[in-house]
């Protein structure tokens, strides 16, 4: 029809469509844009944007603009949250700004950018290391977004972004409420993406899946020959709210809708003589009634994904499925699960009778069908998507399985691809409430030392039945019971190795039959509570401890280091005053053997010297065990908060009078810098009654010891806290769930 339109029938037309993007443009926030991308794209001319935030860890970075618009890249430098070698891009166009990807309410039938509209109630900020909040207001709807780096299924990482919103109506009348989240994938800088939908194979065309016909799970690929470079989609599973539609299409097209878009299924979005490859996916929540005071939320996902493959020709073969599975409400998710094979004849003549065969082993089953399917003739250069329905046995103890697909033609050899997918437990509450009280010992002590002995009758007494175990500096057998070790051991290695260790020990532990459902209370001593505390940082990026039924339950910091000691930052291993007065007491130690050595380097107590920051006291609440044990400095309070937030209670006890820390008190040091450092171990307290965060000061010394004798008895009073009966009290109301109220 336009051919036939008079030069000013369309000047009159194109005056008409500018007045009414100006108006519109306002309730939309979006732009009038070309509906093909091409070279007039609006990528060409991108609108300017600015990163407000960044959830980062070492897989993966969630970059967010002031606006709430986000994109995510994955393998960021793990200190800053930047590209560095070996980034690449999940979302256009990390790691610049964030602007192609947005989310859309449709509130009694309007259209409104969340960001972009109404008023902002909260801007962006990071409220822990992994976690970015905002919240806007549209008439009488209030919308938080929050972005969160979360455990992702398909690689058991903590590489998944978990976006969540949740709209409540502010308002005294109900409104009709729907919700669209379109995601402009990019994937190692191709922003013409491929997706693949399990059971479906590769989506190049405009496509939509409503209701049941939407897929758990998908993936968008660099390139289908590039197992490197994937991303996952996790629509239903794991947490996510099932969408009740999906679109897969052209990027230019869902920018352009803003909300409602009708699919073009002949449209090639990867396709460059189309149009520049662009490809994008948008999920759906159908508008519902939403009443005054009522709220809804909608959770989905991406991240990264995982293949094991054979590239090797004549037959190519990759396995795909999910690494572990998520447990809500005592049950696996997904369950049954979906195990998705894609075979590629990449040789020089057609795979004949070509069958792909999948073998199970005890634990997981066939829900639906047959083991081995049939394909026929695979001509050369074609792929072939085939997938199983998986279902898995419950487990009271994890469980690692192994599971394989074979390929073969009867003018090929058999080529096998194994996977392995881990289940966690699955349990109920322990009604009597079994405890651990784990006992993690400072520097130069051996695995025969037992200063926590007093505190151990303490709690054994309150809790009959109580389990105690012994960290181990020189690790644990598979059972968790713990190595011997030597004063050595405790100087060698770095705080996040024996972060490490404290770890595997618990986990091991817990996860013998007999130690279900275990509440476990870490209690550590001078350096014991600084690795203690760095097992709260290592959760936060490796996942809370949750095994057989049992979880952490406390963590308590006893004298402890935890805002580090001076003097630091300096290049690594440069003579510190307080690192050598430290070492040089310990290599006088006869039982100390090997400190002594030429060339010895304590890493645990370099650590500590690049822990501590002289402008952020007070030191134990703002300084960053988090940066030696992650790489990623958050400060000890936040660490404590969203261990609290993790159901996890927190308890730092620090002795006022410990020379230790204030080593200006011992004759010849009083000229040294920073030598009183005595808050550095304590965080502040939580102040409200059941936040579960607390800090405890006591002051205290020895029998008789007033002052320090001299520097090479600086620890002469460090041990009195096992002894002082205000702080085993505070210990026993600690770990039965009270507030600890002797040392107020």
């Given at each position: 029809m336009k051919r036939f339109l008079k030069p000013k029938l369309i000047f009159l037309l194109v005056t008409v469509v500018m007045l009414l993007s100006a108006i519109v443009l306002p309730l939309s926030g979006s732009l009038?844009?070309?509906?093909?991308?091409?070279?007039?794209?609006?990528?060409?001319?991108?609108?300017?944007?600015?990163?407000?935030a960044d959830p980062f860890n070492a897989r993966l970075a969630i970059q967010v603009g002031t606006d709430g618009r986000f994109n995510i890249g994955a393998y960021p430098d793990p200190s800053t949250g930047g590209a560095t070698s070996g980034s690449w891009d999940l979302m256009y166009s990390w790691?610049?700004?964030?602007?192609?990807?947005?989310?859309?309410?449709?509130?009694?039938?309007?259209?409104?950018?969340?960001?972009?509209?109404?008023?902002?109630?909260?801007?962006?900020?990071?409220?822990d290391a992994k976690t970015n909040q905002s919240s806007w207001q549209v008439g009488d709807i209030q919308a938080s977004q929050s972005l969160q780096l979360a455990l992702n299924d398909q690689t058991a990482q903590e590489d998944n972004a978990k976006i969540a919103y949740s709209l409540t109506n502010k308002g005294t009348v109900a409104h009709t409420v729907g919700m669209r989240i379109m995601i402009d994938t990019e994937v190692n800088g191709n922003d013409g993406a491929i997706l693949r939908i399990p059971g479906i194979g590769l989506v190049r065309k405009e496509s939509e899946f409503t209701g049941a016909n939407v897929p758990d799970t998908m993936q968008s690929f660099f390139d289908v020959t590039d197992n490197q470079h994937v991303a996952a989609v996790t629509l239903k599973s794991g947490g996510a709210t099932p969408p009740d539609r999906l679109v897969i299409a052209a990027w230019p097209h869902l920018d352009d809708a803003v909300y409602d878009y009708t699919i073009d299924p002949n449209y090639d979005f990867t396709d460059p003589s189309v149009s520049r490859p662009d490809s994008a996916y948008a999920v759906y929540w159908n508008p519902v009634s939403l009443a005054p005071g009522q709220s809804l939320n909608y959770v989905t996902y991406y991240g990264l994904s995982q293949l094991n493959v054979d590239l090797s020709p004549p037959l190519a073969l990759g396995v795909s499925g999910p690494a572990t599975l998520s447990v809500i409400n005592n049950a696996y998710s997904p369950n049954p699960f979906t195990v998705t094979a894609t075979v590629l004849n990449n040789g020089t003549a057609d795979a004949n009778n070509v069958a792909l065969t999948l073998h199970l082993p005890n634990g997981l089953s066939l829900s639906s069908g047959t083991a081995t399917q049939n394909l026929g003739t695979l001509p050369v250069g074609q792929e072939r998507d085939i997938s199983w329905s998986v279902q898995a046995a419950s487990q009271s103890v994890e469980q690692t399985l192994t599971y394989s697909v074979d390929a073969v033609a009867t003018n090929t050899t058999l080529k096998n691809v194994a996977r392995q997918i881990t289940l966690p437990p699955l349990s109920t509450p322990n009604p009597?409430?079994?405890?651990?009280?784990?006992?993690v010992e400072g520097l130069s002590t051996n695995s025969d030392t037992r200063d926590f002995a007093n505190i151990q009758?303490?709690?054994?007494?309150?809790?009959?039945?109580?389990?105690?175990?012994?960290f181990s500096y020189a690790g644990s057998d598979s059972y968790g019971n713990p190595n011997a070790y030597i004063c050595y051991d405790t100087l060698v290695n770095?705080?996040?190795?024996?972060?490490?260790?404290l770890r595997q020990q618990i986990i091991r532990y817990m996860s013998q039959p007999s130690h279900a459902n275990t509440s476990v209370y870490i209690i550590g001593h001078s350096m014991g509570g600084a690795i203690a505390y760095g097992l709260l940082a290592d959760m936060i990026v490796h996942g809370y401890i949750k095994t057989n039924g049992g979880q952490i339950a406390g963590d308590v910091a006893l004298d402890s280091p935890l805002g580090g000691v001076p003097e630091g930052p300096v290049p690594e291993f440069l003579p510190s005053w307080y690192y050598n007065l430290t070492l040089n007491n310990y290599q006088a130690n006869p039982a100390c053997v090997g400190t002594a050595l030429p060339g010895f380097k304590s890493q645990d107590l370099y650590d500590l010297t690049q822990i501590f920051n002289p402008g952020d006291t007070?030191?134990?609440?703002?300084?960053?065990?988090?940066?030696?044990?992650?790489?990623?400095?958050?400060?000890?309070?936040?660490?404590?908060?969203?261990?609290?937030?993790?159901g996890i209670h927190v308890l730092t006890i620090g002795n006022l009078l410990d020379f230790v820390y204030q080593p200006g008190a011992c004759p010849g040091?009083?000229?040294?810098p920073h030598t009183h450092f005595i808050d550095t171990q304590l965080i502040n307290d939580g102040k409200v009654t059941g936040l579960g965060i607390y800090s405890r000061p006591f002051a205290a010394n020895v029998q008789g010891g007033a002052t320090c004798p001299d520097t090479d008895h600086i620890a002469v009073n460090h041990g009195v806290v096992f002894n002082t009966q205000p702080v085993i009290d505070d210990l026993v109301q600690f770990a039965a769930g009270g507030t600890p109220s002797q040392l107020i």
């Amino acid at each position: 029809m336009k051919r036939f339109l008079k030069p000013k029938l369309i000047f009159l037309l194109v005056t008409v469509v500018m007045l009414l993007s100006a108006i519109v443009l306002p309730l939309s926030g979006s732009l009038l844009r070309s509906h093909a991308a091409g070279p007039s794209s609006l990528k060409d001319n991108p609108p300017p944007s600015t990163v407000a935030a960044d959830p980062f860890n070492a897989r993966l970075a969630i970059q967010v603009g002031t606006d709430g618009r986000f994109n995510i890249g994955a393998y960021p430098d793990p200190s800053t949250g930047g590209a560095t070698s070996g980034s690449w891009d999940l979302m256009y166009s990390w790691p610049d700004a964030p602007w192609s990807s947005f989310s859309t309410l449709n509130i009694d039938g309007s259209n409104s950018i969340y960001g972009s509209s109404g008023t902002q109630i909260g801007a962006p900020q990071d409220t822990d290391a992994k976690t970015n909040q905002s919240s806007w207001q549209v008439g009488d709807i209030q919308a938080s977004q929050s972005l969160q780096l979360a455990l992702n299924d398909q690689t058991a990482q903590e590489d998944n972004a978990k976006i969540a919103y949740s709209l409540t109506n502010k308002g005294t009348v109900a409104h009709t409420v729907g919700m669209r989240i379109m995601i402009d994938t990019e994937v190692n800088g191709n922003d013409g993406a491929i997706l693949r939908i399990p059971g479906i194979g590769l989506v190049r065309k405009e496509s939509e899946f409503t209701g049941a016909n939407v897929p758990d799970t998908m993936q968008s690929f660099f390139d289908v020959t590039d197992n490197q470079h994937v991303a996952a989609v996790t629509l239903k599973s794991g947490g996510a709210t099932p969408p009740d539609r999906l679109v897969i299409a052209a990027w230019p097209h869902l920018d352009d809708a803003v909300y409602d878009y009708t699919i073009d299924p002949n449209y090639d979005f990867t396709d460059p003589s189309v149009s520049r490859p662009d490809s994008a996916y948008a999920v759906y929540w159908n508008p519902v009634s939403l009443a005054p005071g009522q709220s809804l939320n909608y959770v989905t996902y991406y991240g990264l994904s995982q293949l094991n493959v054979d590239l090797s020709p004549p037959l190519a073969l990759g396995v795909s499925g999910p690494a572990t599975l998520s447990v809500i409400n005592n049950a696996y998710s997904p369950n049954p699960f979906t195990v998705t094979a894609t075979v590629l004849n990449n040789g020089t003549a057609d795979a004949n009778n070509v069958a792909l065969t999948l073998h199970l082993p005890n634990g997981l089953s066939l829900s639906s069908g047959t083991a081995t399917q049939n394909l026929g003739t695979l001509p050369v250069g074609q792929e072939r998507d085939i997938s199983w329905s998986v279902q898995a046995a419950s487990q009271s103890v994890e469980q690692t399985l192994t599971y394989s697909v074979d390929a073969v033609a009867t003018n090929t050899t058999l080529k096998n691809v194994a996977r392995q997918i881990t289940l966690p437990p699955l349990s109920t509450p322990n009604p009597t409430g079994q405890k651990l009280f784990v006992f993690v010992e400072g520097l130069s002590t051996n695995s025969d030392t037992r200063d926590f002995a007093n505190i151990q009758a303490a709690l054994l007494k309150k809790n009959p039945g109580a389990q105690f175990l012994y960290f181990s500096y020189a690790g644990s057998d598979s059972y968790g019971n713990p190595n011997a070790y030597i004063c050595y051991d405790t100087l060698v290695n770095s705080i996040k190795t024996y972060v490490g260790l404290l770890r595997q020990q618990i986990i091991r532990y817990m996860s013998q039959p007999s130690h279900a459902n275990t509440s476990v209370y870490i209690i550590g001593h001078s350096m014991g509570g600084a690795i203690a505390y760095g097992l709260l940082a290592d959760m936060i990026v490796h996942g809370y401890i949750k095994t057989n039924g049992g979880q952490i339950a406390g963590d308590v910091a006893l004298d402890s280091p935890l805002g580090g000691v001076p003097e630091g930052p300096v290049p690594e291993f440069l003579p510190s005053w307080y690192y050598n007065l430290t070492l040089n007491n310990y290599q006088a130690n006869p039982a100390c053997v090997g400190t002594a050595l030429p060339g010895f380097k304590s890493q645990d107590l370099y650590d500590l010297t690049q822990i501590f920051n002289p402008g952020d006291t007070p030191y134990g609440a703002n300084d960053s065990l988090s940066g030696r044990v992650t790489g990623i400095k958050v400060s000890n309070q936040i660490i404590a908060t969203v261990a609290a937030g993790h159901g996890i209670h927190v308890l730092t006890i620090g002795n006022l009078l410990d020379f230790v820390y204030q080593p200006g008190a011992c004759p010849g040091l009083g000229f040294f810098p920073h030598t009183h450092f005595i808050d550095t171990q304590l965080i502040n307290d939580g102040k409200v009654t059941g936040l579960g965060i607390y800090s405890r000061p006591f002051a205290a010394n020895v029998q008789g010891g007033a002052t320090c004798p001299d520097t090479d008895h600086i620890a002469v009073n460090h041990g009195v806290v096992f002894n002082t009966q205000p702080v085993i009290d505070d210990l026993v109301q600690f770990a039965a769930g009270g507030t600890p109220s002797q040392l107020i």
